[in-house]
Structure formats: C-alpha cells, structure tokens
C-alpha cells in the first residue's frame, strides 16, 4: 500500500464549476501537507502548504485536512482552462531539527477545465 | 528572483552509460532535493543535500549519487544505466537547512535510456 494515494482521474469539469480533489494517507506521522500543480511537461508548482488538521485559503484554492480520517482535500472555486494540469498532494513527518524533509507524494489527479 | 534552474533540459542516454544532472536552487535557499519521476507517478525522493553532504537517501540504489557545491548548487550523478532510469529527474530547493517542507521544483531534465 502506497502511503498517500490519489485517484488518478481524468476529472472534467465545465469552466465556473467548483472542483474537488482528495487524497488518502496511511502514514499517522505525516504533519504536513502540500498540494502542488503541473502542467505537462513542467516542475511541480507549490500551491497550498498546510499543517496538522484544519483549512486554508488562498485566493480561490481551500485546502483541508482531516486527520482523524487521513483525508487530504483540495478545493477550487471558479475554476477556469489554465486550472487544466496535474494536482499532486503530498505529505511529510515532523522529524526532528536537522533531519530531512522527505516529501511523499501521490501519484496525481489530471485535471481538464472545459471553456 | 531567478527560481531553480536545471540542466539540461532532456537527454538521451544508452543502456550502461552514467549520466549528469545540473541544478541550481532558488537565491536564498541553501538546500537541494531530488526526485525522481516516473511517466504517470508522482514524484519519488532520491536524496537531499544540505552543507555539501547527502542527509537522506529514500529507495534508491548506489548508482545513484550526488554532490552539493560551496555555492549550493547540485549534482545528480546515475551510472550503470537502465531501461528504468527513464523518468523526469527533478530538483527542489527549499530554505533554512531544510527545516521547512516548502520545497521549489525545477522544470526537470528528462532522462530518456535506450
């Protein structure tokens, strides 16, 4: 079992429709939580960066975090063709002061936004 | 503010050869990343470097090596190379000896073995 698996899609939606992509994770260490978009052929691009459980807004992105249920959810408002791209979650551990910063992603979710 | 920077842009290496990669970090950030991704996968974490010594190594062989400059920059070195070597190499740079899990990515080199 993967330690943080996304549901690879494709998911299409109308332009103006509000999206919803979701990750799962297993590992009950992770504290942090990223969503990052890529388009092809491209680098991952830092979208969201959350800690522990709540929301976080920016913009027309939410992201959420629900610990208790390991559910990792991303949320976009209004969303328009250049949203079109790969949404990669990703997850990392508290590890202590001086150790490494190990990102764990999942495998993605390809996004189309129809004009 | 010049972001990461990487090089080259593509390659395409023959089975056995040892490979090359380049990378630059983001002005201001003293530590590099690199992943490995595979066609339709998300990124997979090689190893990271930080005052010019490898501080974590994720599943991967010791074909795969690294170096980080004085100037932070990187090194990715694959020798012995495979049909599976064949991926989007990626760096990240992220600041503060990495205390941070906000991590930048380069556009990537693709790494192409025949």
């Known amino acids: 079992q993967k330690e943080v698996e996304q549901d690879p899609g494709p998911l299409s939606v109308p332009e103006g429709a509000i999206v919803s992509l979701n990750c799962t994770y297993s590992n009950s260490a992770f504290q942090y939580f990223m969503w990052y978009r890529q388009y092809s052929r491209k680098g991952p691009e830092l979208l969201m960066y959350?800690?522990?459980?709540g929301n976080k807004e920016d913009g027309r992105f939410t992201a959420q975090v629900d610990k208790s249920s390991k559910y990792i959810s991303l949320f976009i408002r209004d969303s328009q063709p250049s949203d079109s791209a790969t949404y990669l979650c990703?997850?990392?551990?508290?590890?202590?002061?001086?150790?490494?910063?190990?990102?764990?992603f999942g495998s993605g979710t390809q996004l189309t936004v129809l004009p | 503010d010049a972001g990461v920077t990487q090089s080259p842009t593509h390659l395409i290496k023959t089975r056995g050869q040892q490979v090359t990669l380049r990378c630059s970090p983001k002005?201001?950030?003293?530590?590099v990343s690199w992943y490995q991704q595979a066609l339709g996968q998300g990124p997979q974490f090689i190893f990271q470097y930080y005052e010019e010594e490898e501080r974590q190594r994720g599943n991967f062989p010791d074909r795969f090596s690294g170096h980080q400059f004085p100037n932070y920059s990187s090194e990715l070195n694959v020798n012995a190379l495979l049909l599976g070597d064949s991926a989007l190499y990626l760096c990240a740079s992220s600041p503060t000896g990495g205390a941070s899990y906000e991590q930048y990515f380069g556009p990537g080199t693709r790494l192409t073995v025949t």
């Open positions: 990703a997850s990392g551990g508290a590890y202590p002061s001086g150790s490494a910063r190990q990102l764990t």
């Open positions: 959350t800690y522990s459980s």
């Open positions: 002005s201001g950030h003293d530590t």
